[in-house]
C-alpha cells in the first residue's frame, strides 16, 4: 500500500499547530497527535486517553465485524473507520466508534443480527427514514453497527449505492469475506459524507479522504465525482486537502468560511453563519447554491416552529454577541439560559 | 521439573500501544490493562517461557534485583492463572 510521506509531515506540522487538546478532540486528531513528530510537549492525559480507546477498539471491530459476517448472508461492505485507519501509517491514530456496514438488503441483514443476538439501541425514532438503520451491539462488544441501504449523501441527490455494491473489493482490514468500496469511489464518498454532515467541518474527515486517495490518479477521483454530480464539492475538498497538509495556497474557503481549519481549532459562531451562507456556493453551481443559501436565510429570518418572534431576536442577539465564541461556548451558554 | 508457561492462545485479542498492554478476554468481554514491565512479561508469555525465563527478562530490561523481579512474576503469573489466561505443562528436566 503506498503511503504518502508528505501527507503525514503535514498531519504533523498541523497538529503541533493546535494550541488545546479540545481542539484536537474535535477535529477527531488526538489520537494521532500521540504520535505525532514533533510530539506535542503540552501535558495532557487526553491524546493517551484517545489512543488506548483506539487501540481497545481495534482489538473489538474484528471480533464484531466476524460475528456479523457469520450471521448475515450477504456481500457486507465496510465503510469509513476501520477501513480508513488502514491507509493510516498507524491504524491508531484514526480512531472511530462504529462500524458502518453497507449491504444490499440493509432490512434482512438487521433482522439477522438480531435474530443472531445482537441488540437495538438508540431511540428508534431517530433512526427513520434515514440513510442506515437503528444501530445494533454484539453482546459485551461496546462498538456499534450501522447497517446500512445507502450512504449519507447531500440532500436531495441519490447516491450512488447500485455502483458502489458492485464494484466492491476485499477489504484493506485482512478480515476474510468482508468487502469494502472500490477505493476511489470510497475517497470521493468520504468526501461527500464529510460534506453532507458539515462542509469542511473538521480536519480529520479531510485526512481520511486524502489518507483513501493517497497514490490514487487524480484524474480518476474527478471522473468519479464528475460521474456523481460532486465534481464541484470535490475539487473544492481537494483545494482545502493541498493546502492543509501539502502548503499548497489557501483557497477562498479557507480565507472566509473554513478559517478554522488552517488553525486546528473549533469554528467561531461567525464562521458557522458564514458556513451556512457561502458554502453551497464551493458545492454547487451558482443557481442551485443561491436557492439553498435562500432557504437557509429564510429559516434564520423566521422563528423556528414554537418560537416567538421575541424568543428570535433574543437568539439572533445571543448568537451576535458569540459571535467569535467556539460553537460548543456559544451552545452550552445557551443550554444554560433554557429554562 | 520445569514448566513451560504461555499465554491462552484462543479468546485472547491484545496489543501493545506504546508501551501499554491492551488485551480483550474474549470468553467474558473483560478488559485488561498493562504497564511497560507487564506489557514485557505478556509478550514473553506469548511466545512461551518459563518462570525463570520472565525473570530474566525484567531483570535484564529493568533495574531491579532477582529476588524483586522474582516477586513480581509471581504475583503477575497468580493474576493470570486467576484469570484463566494461562496455559501451563510442566515437563520433566
Known sequence: MSRDADLWAGVDRLVARSPRSADLRYHGLDSIAAAATPRPARPDMTTRAARRTAAATSLIAPLVLQRVLAAVDQRVLLMKGPEVAAHYPDPLGRRYRDLDLLVPDAAAAWESLVDAGFEPTGDPALYVGIHHLRPLLAPGLPLMVEIHHEPKWLDGRTPPTGELLETAVPSATGIPGLWTLERTRHAVAVAVHAWAHTPLGHLGRLLDVAALAQGLERSLLQQVARSWGVERLWTTTQHAIDSLFHDARRPLAGRVWARHLWSARERTVLERHLQNWLAPFAAAPAPDAARATGTWLLTQLTPAPGETRADQLRRATVAARDAFKRVSEHDAGVDRSQP | ?93
Open chain 2, 1 to 93: 521439573m520445569s514448566g513451560e508457561l504461555r499465554l491462552r492462545r484462543d479468546d485472547l485479542a491484545w496489543r501493545a500501544v506504546e508501551d501499554e498492554l491492551i488485551a480483550i478476554d474474549v470468553r467474558d468481554s473483560s478488559y485488561l490493562s498493562a504497564n511497560d514491565s507487564g506489557l514485557l512479561l505478556w509478550r514473553t508469555l506469548a511466545e512461551g517461557t518459563t518462570r525463570e525465563g520472565l525473570v530474566a527478562a525484567l531483570t535484564e530490561r529493568f533495574d531491579v534485583d532477582p529476588a524483586t523481579a522474582g516477586a513480581d512474576v509471581d504475583a503477575f503469573l497468580a493474576d493470570l492463572r486467576e484469570r484463566g489466561l494461562l496455559d501451563e505443562a510442566v515437563s520433566a528436566d
